[in-house]
């Protein structure tokens, strides 16, 4: 059951089944190497439990990414997948098809309101705007739902496409860390963005008056 949805997706809870999904996108590099600062090893079942008990069960909010079945033709496929027709996949099937990653907000502080971000998407659909339509539900439901007063980020410099991102849903570069994370043979800094609640509605105000 969806929580919430927008153009291209359903946003619902984690559950034990997505363990699978969990671990096959968590050991793809071409993801891991743009989202966690960590070490580069391959991640098995323990690597799971140590995920749901200490990070996403502890969230403020964490929801799973689906692509809705009418977009399905967006999602790009790697030469070992073996593909089946729609009338062949059984609900598995589908949970692992449609499964388009996750976003999370973790409370660093109870009294100052102020929620971490992080997103990740599945590398078979990159390249579709999911990233931005996330991002924007997240910031828009922080602010009107969860009375957070801001959201704070962090992104490896090198990623010029998560800035776009981040730019483009309000938030602002408020400082970096230089030579944080060693990736591709050599340091790469890291970005620290935030909005503020007063930056959300203004923003907003601001986009109403010009449509």
């Not at 140590?50 to 692509?67: N, R």
């Not at 570069?173 to 959300?200: H, P, S």
Request: glycine fraction near 6%; include cysteine.
């Amino acid at each position: 059951m969806a929580f919430a949805t927008t153009k291209h997706l359903k946003l619902r809870a984690h559950r034990e089944s997505d363990k699978v999904n969990f671990l096959l996108h968590n050991n793809d590099q071409r993801m891991t190497r743009t989202a966690y600062p960590g070490y580069a090893v391959p991640k098995g079942e323990r690597a799971w439990k140590e995920m749901d008990e200490k990070s996403l069960s502890t969230a403020m909010l964490c929801v799973v990414l689906e692509a809705k079945r009418e977009y399905v033709s967006l999602r790009k496929w790697d030469e070992w997948e073996v593909k089946q027709e729609d009338a062949e996949k059984k609900q598995e099937d589908w949970d692992r098809v449609l499964f388009a990653g996750y976003a999370t907000i973790y409370l660093k502080n109870p009294k100052t309101r102020d929620g971490n971000f992080g997103i990740v998407i599945a590398t078979p659909w990159w390249s579709n705007g999911f990233a931005t339509e996330v991002t924007e539900w997240i910031v828009q439901h922080c602010f009107e739902q969860l009375n957070l007063h801001r959201i704070s980020l962090d992104y490896f410099a090198s990623n010029a496409a998560a800035k776009r991102v981040y730019e483009k849903c309000g938030f602002v570069q408020e400082g970096v860390t230089r030579q944080a994370f060693w990736l591709d043979g050599g340091w790469i800094d890291e970005v620290a963005m935030g909005i503020l609640e007063d930056e959300f509605w203004a923003r907003r105000k601001q986009l109403a008056n010009k449509a």
